[in-house]
C-alpha cells in the first residue's frame, strides 16, 4: 500500500555493492503517487499530455555505442551523453501554456543545475515529498543524484530547450574538483516542442498545500553525522549493525556535515524530512518542503527534522546514505531501527552464507 500523500519517487535496485551499475545501466523508474487533495489542484496532471516524467542519467558510450562502464576511482560512472528516459538528443511535443515536469536525477554521480535555454523563469510546485506551499519561482534548480522536483513551465509558442548549466558556486567544490565532478558543465536535456494545441491551464494556484511544520522544540534526540570520503562518521556501513534505533513517533533532529573536499548528498529511508537549516541559516523556499535527499556542501551543515510515525520493526532496518552511487556501493550508509511499543531490537535476519 502507498500510504503518503502526492509525490514523484524513484524506484531502483538497491543490490548491495551493484547499485551504481545497475542505475547506470538504466534501472531506474517514477512511481507517481496522487491524492484527493493534489487531484482538486489546477496543476497539469493529464499524464503524457501535459504532465512529464523525466528521468535525467548521463552515460558514457565507447565508439561503437555500447555503454562504458570504466569506473573513476573518484566519482564513479559519470558520462558526457545526457539521457532523458532513456533518449539522448530527446524532444517532446507539448500543448503551449503549462506543462508540468517531473524530473528526476536518477545519474549515478552528476548533479544538474537546471533551466531553460532562454532564461524563462518557471515554478517549483513539488519537492521529493510532494506539493510545496505555494510555486516558488525560479530559473535555475539544481538536483543532486536522487532528488527530483516538479516544474511548471508556461510553454511559449517557439520551442525551448531544458538544459543544465554551470553551478554558479560551483556547488561548493574547488580546484579539480569543479572539473572531475562537473560541475561546470553544460548539456542540453529535452527540447520542448510547441503544438498548435493550447492547453488546458492558464494560470498556477497561489496555495498548493499546508504542509504539517515539525517543531525543533519537540525533539527528543539530535543526532550527528559526519560525510567524508565514503564513510559516515568514520565507518562504512556492515550488514548485521544497526547503527542506532530510534522510537515510534520520535521526533530527532540529525545534522549532517560533509567534512569532506568532495561533494556528497544525504538520503533517509522510511520518512520524508524538513530542513531546519542550512549553515544555520533558513533554507531557500524550493527546500522548504518534504524532502528525502539534500546536496550538501563541503565545509557545510545541514540540520534535518524527522518524525517516525509508522512502519516500526524490531529487526529489518532502514537505511540512510550518501546517494552519490559509487560511494553508497562503498558503504557509505548507515542503518536503524524504528521499535514500536514494547519492542526491542532484535537481530538482522542475514541471507544464509553471510
Ligand atoms: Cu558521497
New binding site residues.
Partial sequence: MLAQPAASLWYHPHPHGKTEKHVYRGLAGLFIIDDDQSDRLDLPRDYGVDDFPLIIQDKRLHKDGTLDERNDEEVGLMGDVIVTNGISGAFLSVPRGLVRLRVLNGSTARMYNVGFADNRTFHLVASDGGLLESPVPASRVALSPGERVELVINVPDAPVMLRSYPFADHAGLRGKNRATFGVEDTFNILQLRPTGTRGQLQLLPAVLASLDRLDPAAAVEHRKFA?RW?EINGARMKMNKVNFTTTLNATEIWTVRNT?H????FHVHDVQFQVVDIDKAAPPAELSGWKDTIYIRPGSAVRLILRFNDHSDPSFPYMYH???LM??DHG?MGQFLVLGPGQTAEPIPMPQGQ
Fill in positions: 560525510l565514503v569532506d568532495r561533494p556528497h548528498n550518501c546517494h552519490m560511494h553508497e557509505m
